[in-house]
């Protein structure tokens, strides 16, 4: 085994094989009972998308019970913060104005694709993290960069020139990077970052974070696991009781008291946003542990499609298989009637 592999920190339930098809995946060493917690692993980084930057901690990642936060980095306008301990833990650690400068102008860039800027948001701030805590295991991620079809390239194609003339200009590049390197690292982001889904409105995907050990799981249509995103606490110490009309008409009929929450917190609002992987079923030793990428319940054609789309890979999993095999028999059969 790799010795880079062991950086991934994993616990001793878990190692890593290097599959044929399905490259690096985490098998279980030992018998593991359903509703074992396997991993609990905090955000590398963190990245809110532009709709929602206002209702998400960009330190925390706690989400706003009802509204929006008001602090926020004044250098850049594209971070909003839930209390001032998390405003100035990040502008602690963003003193150096030049990660602000360039999220500012990646902000305004025009005639952009939404996605591209979303993932580029993520670039900057790796790329910036990284002068001061780099992390091996960025480089070792899987990238797709290579399949990437022309039109997505195209797409790309302003946010490339974009990244590489600032990062140059910032002398953040290593001295062989290219721009070509920088856009593996888009790829990257893509294939291996979790959706951050706003707390209580979990069909909501508000922004997308790097979750380093987590993305050595592998996607599987019949899972065996499952994440989970966990950040309040003590939601509601803050919460302000008003009587409805005080907010209405002075002429409206008395109403039950609403709650209102400040937009500014005395405490951050959470432990950052931890993510927890646990087996949802009991797993044996040396069974592969896999998560869904994807929502398992749509039919394998379907399946197979978005995860070519938006994951870049053929699933090689034993249920699209054998769903694959049904469904070619079963057309096959149709157009012999025929
Ligand atoms: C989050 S990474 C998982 C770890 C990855 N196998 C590696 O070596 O870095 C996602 C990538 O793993 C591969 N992968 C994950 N699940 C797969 C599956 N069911 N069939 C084939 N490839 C899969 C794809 O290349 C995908 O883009």
């Known amino acids: 085994m790799s010795n880079k592999w062991h950086q991934f920190n994993l616990p001793d339930t878990i190692r890593i094989q290097s599959t044929p098809g399905k490259g690096r995946e985490c098998i279980a060493t030992q018998t593991i009972p359903a509703n074992t917690t396997l991993l609990t692993v905090l955000p590398y980084v963190t990245g809110i998308f532009d709709n929602n930057k206002k209702r998400l901690c960009a330190v925390c990642v706690c989400t706003h019970p009802t509204k929006c ?13 839930c209390s001032a301990a998390c405003r100035d833990a990040y502008t602690q650690d963003h003193r150096d104005s030049g990660c602000c400068d360039i999220l500012r102008k ?3 860039l025009k005639k952009v694709d939404r996605h591209c800027k979303s993932v580029a948001k993520l670039v900057v701030m790796i790329y910036w993290q990284r002068r001061t805590r780099p992390d091996p295991l960025v480089d070792a991620l899987e990238s797709h960069y290579d399949h990437w079809p022309a039109d997505v390239k195209l797409d790309w194609h302003r946010v490339r020139q974009f990244l590489w003339q600032q990062f140059r200009a910032a002398d953040w590049l290593r001295p062989d990077e290219t721009d070509t390197d920088i856009m593996h690292l888009a ?3 893509e294939s291996n970052s979790f959706g951050l889904y706003l707390e209580r409105r979990a069909d909501v995907v508000a922004g997308r974070a790097l979750y380093l050990p987590a993305s050595m799981f592998n996607h599987d249509c019949d899972n065996n696991c499952e994440v989970e995103q966990w950040t309040e606490e003590d939601l509601e110490d803050e919460q302000v009781s008003i009587p409805s009309h005080d907010l209405g008409h002075p002429t ?6 609403a709650t209102m929450y400040p937009s500014v917190f005395t405490q951050p609002r959470g432990k950052n946003r931890q993510m927890f992987i646990k087996t949802t079923r009991d797993v044996q030793a040396n069974e592969p542990l896999t998560i869904s990428y994807i929502d398992t319940q749509l039919p394998v054609a379907t399946r197979r499609q978005l995860l070519a789309q938006d994951y870049y ?3 090689t999993c034993l249920r699209c298989a054998m769903e694959s095999a049904t469904l070619a028999k079963s057309k096959k059969q149709k157009s012999k009637k025929k």
């Open 252 to 257: 409206d009929p008395p109403q039950p008291m």
């Open 313 to 315: 890979f053929a699933c």
């Open 69 to 81: 936060f008001s602090l926020h980095c004044a250098s850049c306008d594209q971070v909003y913060f």
């Open 187 to 189: 790829s990257k982001i």
């Open 106 to 108: 990646l902000a305004s």
